[in-house]
């Protein structure tokens, strides 16, 4: 195990930031982390921090204000690695590794981790809630809102943590490999930090390792992606597929995830479809490469709920159902969203796109929605790239959104919100636009009948 550096700078302050600066200086390392914002929030932060010794700097331009001699840089997952910050760093001769590389390096217990464009979080809980059946203490780490480092201490005690890895957190890791890795999906996103999609696919299969050295002994990924990943990693070994076709390890078919010598059946449960199948069937080769019997997937599918905002029913009255689905936040998740749906949509979706493709989506537009209801800063954009397949409202705002939908609805319909876009020109964050969207519906639910 890695001795602790002297000196640590610690680049943002965000949780995982913050996290690692209270774990390190625990550990004695001398901290300094700087923050270009200066929010109520982070100066809240930097106080419980510097009561501990730890110096923050707040407001921090691009060049620092003190000697740059430190041993190791921590980068949060909000810093780009092609910032003014890194690359000074980097130029200086300082190791910087991301928060997720270095809660690994002082991790005591296995590790699964889990990355993809849409649906990881729903698939760490699967997971987790299997593993967790099976009788083996577990933990749910890293993107899923518990950094790495805040469990690292209590690690020995633990057989097994699950961690959700974004594409941020993979950037800067160095020697990470984790016992288990899984890749659920690969679709464009973020691609206004990562360029394009090649570095967002090199970035992604990082969740493998970095190289013959260092890698999973067990490595989970779509069939369709096992030869791109293998000539991209160089790593021949230890890979293991799902996928729909025979050719697969493990395939979903007929409400059943199946594998050579057994299946698991899912009949009745969110996971029975063609779009969750595909989680249920990563869950299963993740909990077998992991040690435990598949039987535990199959009962914690049908014990799962569904995370708030991830296609959660949050009303119907007479006969019209809502959906808030605010956590897709590229057209591949809302896509998935439709797909999901068995009655005709009136969608709702908008907001900061990120992405440049949006006509992918509209023959499934054209097949399965009724009518878009449009909102946030991307409205005109997406009215103009669908109007020729689907009848476009802009509504600028989930009010107006909500109530033209609404008064357009008949029974049977879904209302669904899949925005396909980021929240941050109208909202904090796709939790807040989620809420939104439900208490306008309880308005609805409380006050009104539709005739």
């Given amino acids: 195990m890695d001795e602790i550096p002297e000196r640590v700078l610690i680049l943002g302050l965000g949780v995982s930031g913050e996290s690692a600066a209270e774990w390190l200086s625990k550990k004695g390392a001398e901290v300094v982390v700087v923050d270009r914002a200066s929010s109520a929030d982070l100066v809240e932060r930097s106080r419980r921090l510097e009561k ?14 003190f000697e740059l001699d430190f041993d190791l840089c921590v980068v949060s997952p909000g810093v780009p690695v092609d910032s003014v910050w890194v690359r000074t760093i980097l ?50 780490a890293g993107n899923y809102g518990i950094p790495l480092t805040r469990v690292v201490e209590k690690s020995e005690n633990l057989d097994r943590v699950v961690a959700e890895v974004s594409s941020f957190q993979l950037e800067l890791v160095d020697r990470f490999n984790a016992d288990v890795a ?20 090199l970035t992604k299969l990082k969740i493998f390792g970095t190289g013959r050295e260092h890698h999973s002994n067990v490595s989970v990924i779509c069939e369709e992606y096992v030869g791109e990943a293998i000539t991209r990693t160089g790593i021949s070994t230890g890979w293991v597929t799902f996928g729909v076709s025979e050719s697969s390890d493990y395939r979903y078919v007929d409400s059943k995830v199946k594998w050579k010598d057994g299946n698991i059946d899912l009949s009745g449960t969110m996971f029975d479809n063609s779009v969750m199948g595909m989680t249920a069937a990563c869950a299963v080769a993740a909990v077998r490469g992991c040690g435990v019997d598949a039987s535990f997937v199959e009962k914690a599918g049908h014990e799962f709920k ?73 409205q005109i954009l997406m009215e103009k790239a669908w109007k020729e397949v689907v009848d476009c409202c802009c509504c600028d705002n989930m009010e107006n959104a909500v109530r033209t939908a609404w008064s357009d609805a008949c029974a049977g319909d879904v209302i669904l919100l899949s925005p396909g876009c980021a929240s941050f020109d109208q909202y904090r964050n796709f939790e807040e636009r989620g809420e939104d969207f439900r208490v306008k519906v309880s308005k609805i639910t409380s006050l009104y009948r539709k005739e």
């Fill in 91 to 140: 130029e200086k001769g300082i190791k910087a590794i991301s928060e997720l590389e270095l809660g690994w390096r002082y991790l005591k217990c296995p590790l699964l981790a889990i990355t993809g464009s849409n649906g990881k979080s729903t698939l760490v809980k699967l997971c987790a809630d299997a593993l967790s059946l099976s009788g083996l203490r577990i933990a749910i």
């Fill in 182 to 201: 899984a890749l659920l999906n690969l679709n464009p996103n973020h691609l206004d930090r990562h360029r394009n999609f090649e570095t967002y696919l």
């Fill in 306 to 378: 569904p995370l708030p905002h991830r296609m959660e029913c949050v009303g119907e009255v007479n006969g019209i159902q809502f959906i808030d689905d605010s956590k897709a936040t590229n057209l591949a998740a809302m896509a998935a969203g439709i797909k999901m749906c068995n009655r005709p949509v009136r969608l709702i979706a908008g907001g900061v796109l990120k992405e440049y493709d949006l006509f992918f989506v509209k023959k499934l537009l054209a097949q399965k929605v009724k009518k878009v209801y449009l909102i946030g800063s991307s």
């Fill in 52 to 65: 501990n010794g730890i110096k923050v700097v707040l407001g921090c331009a691009d060049s620092f204000p």
